[in-house]
């Protein structure tokens, strides 16, 4: 699998950009990916789901996109809320060039990715999209989530798609538990072998 250590900060190989023509927000873009990064040839199944699926996000404010690979995620936000600022994280260095790279092709200058230390913890954010990367581990996995969940704006959703042979299940009653009670945790929807995950933040 090309993509094995997409998680490594710093892949394997040579950073070799190559072009790339997918569908977003309802229009073709043509693009550019890389080997040694999630998913490099297109949108994986799961991510389609979610952009299909999760309703609109903010028109304002900020967004999240946490493990933004080449960005599909990160690019779909602000091209559906061009008011609101978009802040895209990923360990992976390519992924966080790509993305920004990616932005330019598409003119748009309401994205930011960046390294997950890099963006400034006082921000919180209104929406919040993810297709989480459940390989890493669980343990790895629970630090990411419960590093970036709780800085939901009140009355902020996130929108998680998980696999369910992948522990989606497992994985809504552990965060149910473990984030405080401002916060609610639903199974919004299946979708072929997916569930999408919300979890809310009371708005006062």
């Known amino acids: 699998m090309e993509s094995a250590h997409y998680f490594s900060a710093q892949p394997a190989g040579p950073f070799t950009r190559k072009p ?13 990916t890389s080997s040694g990064i999630f998913s490099p040839d ?22 999240l996109d946490i493990g933004c690979g080449w960005g599909p995620i990160a690019l779909t936000l602000a091209l559906r809320a061009p008011h609101a600022h978009v802040y895209a994280v990923d ?6 060039a790509l993305t920004n790279e990616n932005a330019g092709l598409l ?14 913890p006082s ?12 390989r ?20 902020g959703s996130a929108w998680l798609v998980v696999q369910k042979n992948l522990g989606s299940d497992s994985l809504q009653r552990w965060l149910g538990a473990e984030l405080d009670s401002s916060f609610t945790v639903t199974r919004e929807s ?4 997916f569930r999408i ?3 809310r933040k009371a708005s006062h």
């Open 20 to 32: 790339l023509t997918v569908e977003l927000a309802g229009e073709t873009r043509k693009l550019q």
């Open 136 to 155: 890493i581990g669980k343990d790895e996995l629970h630090s990411l989530l419960l590093l970036w969940l709780p800085r939901l704006a009140p009355g």
């Open 190 to 193: 299946t979708s072929k072998s």
């Open 42 to 63: 297109g949108i994986d199944k799961g991510t389609a789901i979610l952009l299909a699926e999760a309703p609109a996000p903010s028109p304002q404010g900020n967004l």
């Open 123 to 134: 921000l919180r954010f209104d929406t919040i999209w993810s297709n989480p990367p459940i």
């Open 197 to 199: 995950l919300r979890v």
């Open 107 to 120: 003119g748009l200058n309401n994205v930011t990715a960046t390294l997950p230390d890099d963006v400034d």
């Open 91 to 96: 360990v992976n260095e390519r992924c966080v």
